[in-house]
C-alpha cells in the first residue's frame, strides 16, 4: 500500500465507477447556466460527450443519480467560462450521496474532502489492515468475535466517511461487517490501499500515521492490539505479542515491520519480527508463515500498559494479570533504559532544575557514568540534545555541567 495522502476528494474516485446525487435545484442550475454557453441540449450533449438523454436526466432529476464523469464534464465546462461556484472543490461537500456504478449501496450526505488524519481515522485503517481488510472485488469487510469493537468502527466510518449502510452477521462466535463498494473507492482509489487477500498484497502502514502526533499512532497502535494482540503469561516466559501472516517465509509482513516503529516511538523496545514461527495451508493450497513481534521484559510490559494498551476491556484486564504475576520489581534492561532517562528529566523540568547527568542520577538513584554513557547514545540516536556543553569554571574550580534537551 502505497497512500498518497491522508485527504480524500470527489475526483479522486474512478469516474465512470462512480454515481453521485446533488441537491435538485443545484442540477437544474447546473444545466440552465451551460445553456447560457452552449445553446441547445443536442450542441451540450455533443459538447459534453454524453448523449442527449442525460442532459434532460440531470435537469429533470429523473434517477436518483447519475455517473461522476457527467458531473466532472458539466463542472469543468462551467469552470472554464467562470462559473467557479459549480467546481467539483465547492459541490463535492454537497453531496445528498455517493454510490458505486448500478446497484451499489450509497453513502448519504460524504464528508468530502474525507480527511484519515485524527484518531479515528487511524483506527480505520488499522482495523482494514488487521483484522478486516477488503476483498478482491472491492468490498471492504471486518471480522471480530467482540462485538462491541464491530460497532465502534462501523460508527468511526459514519463519523470520518458519511451515513453508511453496512450488513452485520455472526458465524457462530464471529462478527463479521461488510460495507458497500463505494467505501472500498475511497480506500483504494482515495488512500491508494490494496484490494485481495492481505497475505499476497502484503500491504504497509501509511506514512502520515508514521508521521502523526501521539494521539494518531495511538489510536493506530490500539485498534492493532484490540484485533491481533495477545498476551503470553505461560512457563516460556512473558510477553504482549502480536502475530501476523504472509505468503513469504523470508520476508516479515511490512505491516508488522512498520507496527514496530510505531512502538518503538513510544520508547518501547520490540523484539523481533521473529519467523517463521508457524504455517498455515488455506483451503485452495495457499501456504502462508506466521511471524510475530514481542514486548517481552517486565519493565517494558508496564511501559507498554501505561502508554498504548489495550481499549479492549477483556485485555486490559488480561494485561493486568500478567503484571501482577511478576514476583521482584522491574530491573533495568542493560544497564538505565532510554525511557528512564526521559522520565527523569520530564521530572526535572517540573521542579524547574537542569537537565544534568548529576540530577538525572540522583532521580533514578543510578551512577552519573552510567547516565553519562546512556545520554551520550541518546545523543548519537538524535533522542536528546545537548544546550549546553561541559565548560570549565576556571581557577581550577571545576567544571560547569553539560546540559540535555529532550529531540
Not at 466532472?72 to 469552470?79: I, M, T
Not at 468502527?153 to 461488510?178: A, F, P, W
Request: hydrophobic content about 35%; charged content about 25%.
Amino acid at each position: 500500500m502505497s497512500l498518497k495522502d491522508d485527504i480524500v476528494h470527489l475526483w479522486d474516485l474512478p469516474e465512470n465507477e462512480v454515481c453521485v446525487k446533488l441537491p435538485d435545484e443545484i442540477q437544474q442550475e447546473m444545466i440552465t447556466k451551460a445553456l447560457e454557453i452552449i445553446k441547445g441540449r443536442y450542441n451540450l450533449a455533443k459538447t459534453l460527450n454524453v448523449r442527449p438523454i442525460n442532459i434532460y436526466d440531470f435537469e429533470k432529476c429523473r434517477f436518483n443519480s447519475i455517473t461522476l464523469s457527467f458531473v466532472k464534464r458539466l463542472s469543468n465546462l462551467l469552470v472554464a467560462n467562470n462559473f467557479d461556484e459549480f467546481s467539483l472543490v465547492n459541490i463535492e461537500s454537497k453531496l445528498e450521496f455517493i454510490k458505486a456504478k448500478f446497484t451499489g449501496v450509497p453513502i448519504f450526505h460524504p464528508k468530502f474532502p474525507i480527511s484519515f488524519n485524527s484518531e479515528e481515522g487511524a483506527r480505520i485503517i488499522s482495523a482494514f489492515l488487521f483484522d478486516g481488510g477488503i476483498s478482491s472485488r472491492g468490498y471492504p469487510f471486518y471480522t471480530n468475535n467482540e462485538e462491541v469493537l464491530v460497532d465502534i468502527l462501523v460508527g468511526y466510518i459514519g463519523t470520518i466517511v458519511g451515513q453508511i449502510i453496512c450488513r452485520k452477521s455472526k458465524d457462530e462466535n464471529t462478527y463479521e461487517v461488510e460495507f458497500p463498494r463505494i467505501l472500498g473507492h475511497i480506500l483504494i482509489c482515495g488512500l491508494g490501499m490494496q484490494a485481495g487477500k492481505k497475505v499476497l498484497t502484503d500491504p504497509t502502514i501509511p506514512e502520515f500515521i508514521l508521521k502523526g502526533d501521539t494521539e494518531i499512532k495511538l489510536s493506530f497502535l490500539q485498534q492493532a492490539f484490540d484485533d491481533e494482540g495477545s498476551l503470553n503469561n505461560g512457563k516460556s516466559g512473558k510477553c504482549v505479542e502480536l502475530n501476523q501472516y504472509t505468503s513469504s517465509n523470508v520476508k516479515a509482513p511490512k505491516r508488522l515491520v512498520r507496527l514496530k516503529e510505531l512502538i518503538e516511538s513510544f520508547y518501547i523496545p520490540v523484539n523481533g519480527p521473529y519467523g517463521p514461527t508457524k504455517e498455515h495451508i488455506a483451503k485452495d493450497g495457499t501456504k502462508t508463515y506466521g511471524w510475530s513481534i514481542q514486548i517481552s521484559n517486565q519493565s517494558d510490559i508496564r511501559t507498554f500498559a501505561e502508554n498504548i494498551n489495550f481499549t479492549l476491556e477483556r485485555k486490559r484486564k488480561k494485561l493486568q494479570e500478567l503484571l501482577a504475576s511478576y514476583k521482584l520489581p522491574p530491573r533495568f534492561k542493560n544497564g538505565i533504559k532510554y525511557q528512564e532517562i526521559l522520565k527523569a528529566i520530564k521530572n526535572l523540568k517540573k521542579e524547574n532544575r537542569p537537565f544534568t547527568t548529576k540530577n538525572i542520577s540522583q532521580i533514578i538513584n543510578k551512577s552519573q557514568h552510567y547516565v553519562a554513557e546512556l545520554t551520550n547514545d541518546m545523543v548519537r540516536q538524535n533522542l536528546l540534545k545537548v544546550t549546553k556543553e561541559r565548560l570549565p569554571i576556571g581557577s581550577g574550580k571545576g567544571f560547569y555541567p553539560k546540559e540535555f534537551e529532550i529531540m
